[in-house]
């Protein structure tokens, strides 16, 4: 069972579509990180966001924090085939600072 | 700044055979993680490093897998003998010290192929 489930799995869109991708889990964290996957390549860190609530924005890209801090969501707006990559959320469970990933949602953005 | 640096980028071995991977942190960060990523699955922690100190290696198959990190600086990670199932990308990653897993950065990761 995974500390941190992701859904959707997969995603294809065409440019311009917005779209949200989910992450929750029954635990508490103390903070979430998103990052992002391109093949071959580790993942490179987004956001971290660690209060209950907590909204941040990066250009096109909206990430939230649940207020009972047990689930995060990625928005983002107007998709370009440049967003295309693994999506994955990570955090320590409790506050523990051993870290946990999901497993990722694919995006795939067609022109 | 220098990223992290992994080697090799591919290795394809028989089972049975030993492997060895290669990370260079960015410098001055004092946290190591070395994690396994099966295809279509999130990275999975093996391995975390304090300096030249073993954070937690819960997850680590210490019966064929190990790790050091000597120094405090760079770090390997062996597997001996290589299974099938070892196949996976290995991924190293560093973190400043004090922002641990809120910060962070990743290598290009190693593929391994198990035949």
């Known amino acids: 069972t995974q500390l941190l489930e992701q859904s959707p799995q997969f995603l294809s869109i065409q440019e311009g579509e917005n779209l949200t991708v989910y992450c929750n889990s029954s635990?508490?964290?103390?903070?979430l990180q998103w990052y992002r996957q391109e093949p071959g390549e580790g993942p490179v860190l987004l956001v971290t966001v660690v209060t209950g609530g907590e909204v941040k924005k990066l250009k096109r890209l909206t990430f939230q924090f649940g207020d009972a801090r047990k689930d995060s969501s990625l928005h983002i707006t107007a998709a370009q085939p440049g967003d295309t990559g693994l999506y994955l959320c990570a955090g320590g469970e409790g506050g523990s600072y051993i870290p946990t990933f999901g497993r990722g949602t694919s995006l795939i953005v067609h022109p | 700044e220098a990223g992290v640096a992994q080697s090799p980028r591919y290795k394809i071995i028989e089972k049975r055979q030993s492997v060895a991977f290669w990370c260079n942190p960015i410098s001055g960060h004092a946290t190591l993680y070395w994690y396994q990523q099966i295809l279509g699955q999130g990275p999975k922690l093996l391995i975390q490093?304090?300096?030249?100190?073993?954070?937690?290696d819960s997850q680590l198959p210490k019966d064929r897998f190990s790790a050091e990190r000597l120094k405090g600086v760079d770090s390997t990670l062996k597997i001996q003998p290589a299974k099938l199932e070892d196949s996976a990308v290995y991924l190293c990653?560093?973190?400043?010290?004090?922002?641990?897993?809120?910060?962070?950065?990743f290598g290009p990761g190693t593929r391994l192929t198990v035949t």
């Open positions: 635990s508490v964290f103390s903070s």
């Open positions: 990653a560093s973190s400043p010290r004090g922002r641990g897993i809120l910060e962070q950065y």
């Open positions: 490093f304090q300096n030249n100190g073993v954070v937690d």
